[in-house]
């Protein structure tokens, strides 16, 4: 699979660059970006399917490299916030937007609220306080996931939201259930199954 480079930038002393994970046919095509998490690259297994499902949907899908440090996390809404809005400068324009981010690139959410762009969250930080007010104020055309062993997983401080919400039973951050692989397997496909669902129906 080829992926063309479409930029690269330096910002808190890292690199971020965006690039085009799949491209579409049609000019019309809704696009997405997908966003990594601190250790959690776009070719995780989490964002690859997602990526995987929306290429063959027929979205341009626009993923985002970046290598994080100290001063990145010390202000991480506003590095991910230049990330998010590059990735999609760097795409083509669309009607139709979305974002699929992991854990860090959750961050994205106030600027998602303020732009009006809906998001498939994974892992969010919601013991953060943007992100949690964030995701309270999402709308029906968003989904949250979350591990229920994961201390930044807090559904109940998110109970008034309108978006999907999924905790998934004994999972971590990756949303992997510890010394259980085929229990991880079965716990991320019914992810799946449920996010394409959510894409068709939203």
Known sequence: MNFEDRGRTRQYGVTMSTFVRARSNSDSAP???ILP????????????????MLAQEGWH??????????RALSDPQAFVEQAV????????????RLIVAKSLGCFALPWARRNGIPGVWLTPVV???DVR????EASAADMAVGGDADAAWLPEAIANTR????????ADHSLAIPGDWRGSLTAQTAIFETIANHLTTT
């Open 133 to 136: 007010l964030a995701l309270i």
């Open 37 to 52: 998490g601190a250790g959690y690259t776009a070719m995780g297994p989490l964002l690859y399917w997602c990526g995987e």
């Open 127 to 129: 013991t953060n306080e």
């Open 31 to 33: 696009v997405a970006v």
């Open 61 to 70: 899908v626009q993923g985002v490299e970046w290598t994080v440090d100290a």
């Open 85 to 96: 809005a590059e990735a999609f400068d760097a795409a083509p324009q669309s009607s139709r």
């Open 163 to 170: 978006a999907n919400v999924i905790s998934v039973p004994k």
